[in-house]
């Protein structure tokens, strides 16, 4: 949430606000109902197609390579059926770059690919006609997907593309490509496990792709100048970025080895979720959108300026019928085309219900194991009313869509708004409540004092998948460089115990699991949170660590196979929970405990009992009557048992969780 306060943007943003026109007169824009826009090509044509209402003439360009030279056809399209254009050229144009350019109000507006553009050239200023058949891997067509059985057994893991390979010690070859995820056998110089092996050893179910489409900050011609990005700046939304691939000049390069890259990441047995923008673009008036219907794509304030939910300068009217069209089929197209299996819409908040909703039938349609989630919340006001928008406490109104917990999030480990907050795992006994919202995925539970909750008086989720459990992302600083801001004269010992303690309560607490990449080897940005546009050496996974902090890196690998092999952890039904879930009132602020009984979910436990101390010194607590066996310490998970305890008295070091069973 915190990187749109300084995200920062073409000289367009100064002009951002000058007024446009009144939304109404969008209304009566004609609507194309067909499937056909962009692009279609078959060796004897190549049908074009785009939807510009508001036109008097538009002209498509043809051109050799993907930037310089001369157009070597001018064509003038013909004007079709409600509010289209296009043009026929009979002959093989494979390979082939392209450009429109409309005449709107008497002025020829910019040369740009159209918004459905699938290929691009270099920095994406051109459209290329693509054979996408051609751009297959081999056995791309036997590529399946891992098997899933409810959301709740998802473990996500987000990453961007450049930071996990990029670091000299990563051992990979195409550092920062698609490719370098796609690599296997690599390894540290200590001999550790990197990249895509690494992800697979952790035992994790899903990779989040952070922005991964065609973004505008980073110039592809220039790879020596190693700019960086986290791509939350849209520029053509239907094609990957130039960037993380091997020749950003073909834009079939970019494609074929994005597909590699989801092929390996399936054999690898690992779903692959993409990070969407759909929100707002990187450039308001000079954008793709503007070029062919200026204005309608988004919605603007009374007195026409563009509004700004999004800081970015302008934010997308998703509600708009041909806007609404547009965000449908580029998720189905990314779907069907790229394998996906999920989508993560940033600032979801921004965007109205039905077209979510709408979002999410077209994808369940195609395969009802994508997940789709997003932040339920918007960067700024809005005109379009809150009721109406896809925010976290709307979510009861979303069909089979997750919101982001930040509940849970800043309970763990304090409030985003203040670094030196403490959270729960530093002591912070106030936070509990938030935390016990969080353990039961913000469903309805009578032992939760919702007064007490830090942002939601009440429970927003309806069944426990439409909660993401987390408590650190891309967004702000790392968990480890904010335990230390927060806790600044705590030595490393008991940062590590607190880090650990935050994901032990992510990873035993009901919903949806997500870790941030490197947050298994204390991943430091050192100190800088919003890096999104800073270098390597402040983004980059740094492969030396794994090997420093081996011990936490298997704690984290035991608590996710902990997680996967007892379904208690991830009941699929809020019923479920309420029949099985019930905390233990220890009489202690600082000590969250609580009980899944009769064998929850179909666990071979019948009972398990997990305790969270949140206070830095040890506490002795009674436990209910039986024989119980320690799984997890504050050292590791051993599901054979590390120790079997009587009832009675159990000591928990401080700041440490403790997980029993007993059958």
């Known amino acids: 949430m915190k990187r749109y306060l300084f995200i ?52 498509l360009r043809l051109y050799d390579a993907g930037n310089g030279g001369q157009a070597i056809n001018t064509i003038s399209m013909v004007k079709s059926i409600e509010g289209t254009w296009q043009a026929i050229i009979n002959k093989d144009l494979k390979n082939k770059y392209y450009t429109f350019q409309t005449l709107q109000n008497g002025k020829w507006l910019l040369e740009c690919p159209d918004i459905y553009a699938k290929a691009v050239g270099v920095n994406g200023a051109r459209g290329m006609v693509a054979d996408m058949a051609s751009t297959n891997p081999a056995d791309w067509q036997n590529d399946k997907k891992p098997a899933l059985k409810n959301f709740t057994d998802i473990v996500l893991y987000e990453l961007h593309i450049r930071d996990i390979s990029i670091s000299p010690n990563s051992g990979i070859k195409n550092k920062g490509k698609f490719l370098g995820l796609a690599e ?28 991964a489409f065609d973004f505008n900050s980073v110039d592809e011609t220039k790879p020596e100048a190693n700019k960086y990005n986290w791509g939350y700046d849209p520029l053509n939304y ?35 979720i993409l990070d969407v923008v759909y929100n707002h673009t990187s450039d308001t008036q000079n954008s793709n959108f503007n070029q062919f219907a200026p204005g309608y794509f988004y919605r603007q304030n009374a007195d026409g300026s563009y509004s700004n939910a999004t800081a970015c300068g302008n934010e997308v009217a998703s509600e708009r019928a041909m806007v609404r069209k547009f965000m449908i089929e580029s998720v189905v197209y990314w779907a069907k085309e790229y394998h996906l299996d999920g989508f993560r819409f940033d600032l979801m908040g921004v965007h109205d219900i039905e077209t979510m909703n709408q979002i999410s039938t077209a994808l369940h349609k195609i395969d009802p194991t994508i997940f789709i989630y997003g932040e339920g919340w918007t960067a700024g006001n809005s005109p ?178 902990l997680r996967k092999d007892h379904p208690a952890f991830r009941m699929p039904s809020t019923k479920m929970i309420q029949s099985n879930l019930r905390f233990i009132d220890i009489g202690d602020a600082g000590i969250i405990a609580y009980q899944l009984s009769n064998n929850a979910n179909g666990d071979s436990w019948k009972n398990i009992i997990v305790v969270l101390n949140g206070n830095p ?21 051993e599901v054979k048992g590390i120790k079997d305890i009587s009832a009675g008295d159990i000591t928990v070091p401080g700041t440490a969780a403790y997980i029993l069973y007993s059958n």
Request: charged residues 25%; contains cysteine.
């Open 184 to 211: 296997t056998g690599t390894k540290s110089p200590a001999g550790e496990a990197t990249g895509l092996d690494h992800i697979k050893q952790l035992g994790v179910t899903h990779v989040h792709l952070l922005p």
């Open 384 to 561: 379009l009313p809150e009721d109406q928008r896809a925010v976290k406490k709307n979510t009861a109104k979303l069909s089979e869509i997750a919101v982001f917990s930040d509940d849970i999030r800043d309970g763990i480990k304090g409030g985003w708004s203040d670094l030196k907050e403490k959270g729960f795992v530093s002591g912070a006994v106030d936070k509990a409540e938030s935390v016990k919202f969080g353990i039961v995925a913000s469903i309805p539970n009578p032992q939760v004092d919702y007064t007490k909750v830090n942002y939601s008086k009440a429970p927003w989720a309806v069944e426990p998948f439409q909660t993401i459990t987390y408590v650190s992302c891309h967004d702000d600083n790392t968990l480890f460089d904010r335990l230390k801001i927060s806790n600044p004269t705590a030595p490393e010992a008991d940062l590590v115990k607190m880090d650990k303690l935050a994901n032990a309560i992510v990873l035993t607490s009901q919903g949806v699991s997500f870790l941030h990449a490197g947050v298994e080897m204390l991943r430091t940005k050192q100190g800088i949170a919003n890096s999104y546009n800073s270098p390597d050496s402040i983004n980059q996974i740094d492969w030396s660590r794994k090997t420093k902090y081996k011990a936490i890196f298997d704690y984290y690998k035991g608590l996710i196979a």
């Open 238 to 272: 239907n094609v990957p970025e130039g960037s993380y691939s091997t020749n950003p000049y073909d834009g079939n390069v970019r494609i074929k080895e994005f597909k590699t890259m989801v092929q390996a990441l399936h054999k690898k047995g690992l779903r692959v």
């Open 617 to 637: 010194s040890a506490k002795t607590i009674k436990i209910p009557a039986g024989k119980w066996k320690l799984v997890a310490d504050e050292n590791k998970i």
């Open 8 to 59: 920062l943007l073409s000289t367009t943003m100064l002009t951002a606000f000058k007024p446009v026109q009144k939304t109404e007169s969008f209304d009566k824009y004609l609507v194309y109902s067909g499937n056909d826009l962009g692009v279609i090509y078959s060796p004897l044509k190549t049908f074009f197609k785009v939807w510009a209402p508001m036109a008097s003439e538009v002209k």
